[in-house]
């Protein structure tokens, strides 16, 4: 048995807390808004979001960060990620040496173009920050659908540590050494998830999904490789697994949001709508950003900008998208004639 900390108590953090503590670990739920913390401790759910299920007896609820994060044999940052910096600066002082954090938010500081794990590494450097990412809905791990993700580490003992807390019978977990390629697959799908949903909004069908999705994982890949990430990691659960899940399900937020800026509404009123954090917003600026660094080509990147930030109609990204200059599909491959 584990003693674990989960700062974050939405959705995603929840939904972990109820994992882990189903799994035999001692779990604290740790939330900044107190309200939260006093209706997960009279309830024992978190109701606005995973309604009927219920946390272990092993899960307790904390709105205190100090407690909260000393003693614990692993922390996870489960934190929204425009409040992940302001978190790890705020815990800095009290983080052991050595103390092993795993990151499984998913986003890119747009300021500074760092991955969440950096960010966590600038604030606590005397940690050992990993990442988990992977096709992962909140709604459905914490109902103990089975479920896979992978662990990425700079250490082999860390990520082998991770995989034995997380795995059960529900929810398998692979490692792998590509944390900033696991990073990136689990920002950039967000942006690609809001084209996704764009596109169902407008009316398209079939066809324009998958178009959207495969050239959208090519674009990952493409930036990814370019910052050192591995082209098996895109290919994996983080990149197309995760991509996949974004892109089609009704859980997800990123292609909810997308869905209504179709039908006509402004970013603004569709992240509304959602009620919660559209992380692919707070990211398509990065991404593009990150595209112009690293001088990679990301015309679905470029186009999602245009449609939430310069108000670009959504109809004409996806015409401007098709008439792209024509090219094949992938400049490596040669003709042998």
């Known amino acids: 048995m584990a003693k674990i900390s989960i700062l974050g108590a939405g959705a995603w953090g929840t939904a972990i807390a109820i994992l882990l503590g189903n799994n035999g670990h001692e779990v604290v739920l740790w939330s900044a808004l107190q309200a939260e913390v006093e209706q997960l401790i009279n309830d024992r759910e978190l109701k606005d979001k995973l309604p009927g299920i219920k946390l272990p007896s092993s899960v307790s609820v904390s709105g205190d960060i100090k407690a909260s994060c000393v003693n614990k044999d692993l922390i996870v940052f489960a934190v929204a990620s425009p409040f992940v910096r302001a978190t790890a600066k705020n815990v800095s002082s009290f983080i052991a040496k050595n103390q092993i954090i795993v990151n499984v938010g998913k986003g890119i500081e747009e300021n500074t173009l760092e991955t969440l794990t950096d960010i966590i590494k600038d604030e606590i450097p005397q940690a050992d920050v990993a990442v988990l990412s992977g096709p992962s809905h909140a709604e459905e791990v914490s109902r103990g659908i089975p479920t896979t993700c992978v662990v990425g580490a700079d250490s082999k003992d860390t990520a082998h540590f991770i995989q034995?807390?997380?795995?059960?019978?529900?929810?398998?977990?692979?490692?792998?050494?590509?944390?900033?390629?696991i990073e990136l697959g689990g920002s950039i799908k967000n942006v690609i998830a809001l084209a996704a949903g764009i596109a169902d909004g407008l009316g398209f069908g079939d066809n324009t999904k998958a178009a959207l999705m495969t050239r959208g994982i090519a674009e990952i890949s493409r930036l990814g490789i370019a910052m050192g990430g591995k082209m098996e990691t895109f290919a994996g659960l983080s990149g197309v697994?995760?991509?996949?899940?974004?892109?089609?399900?009704?859980?997800?937020?990123?292609r909810n949001a997308g869905f209504l800026i179709g039908q006509g509404y402004t970013m603004e009123e569709a992240m509304k709508e959602v009620k919660q954090i559209v992380e692919g917003v707070y990211s398509a600026k990065a991404a593009l950003a990150l595209a112009k660094k690293y001088e990679v080509e990301m015309p679905i990147v470029e186009q999602v900008n245009q449609v939430l930030f310069e108000n670009k109609s959504a109809l004409e990204a996806v015409s401007d998208l098709?008439?792209?200059?024509?090219?094949?599909?992938?400049?490596?491959?040669?003709?042998?004639?």
Request: hydrophobic share 30%.
């Open 164 to 181: 034995d807390v997380f795995m059960s019978e529900r929810f398998r977990v692979y490692t792998s050494p590509d944390v900033i390629g």
């Open 241 to 254: 697994g995760d991509l996949i899940v974004t892109c089609t399900s009704k859980h997800s937020r990123n």
């Open 322 to 337: 098709l008439l792209r200059d024509k090219r094949r599909e992938y400049s490596e491959l040669q003709w042998e004639k």
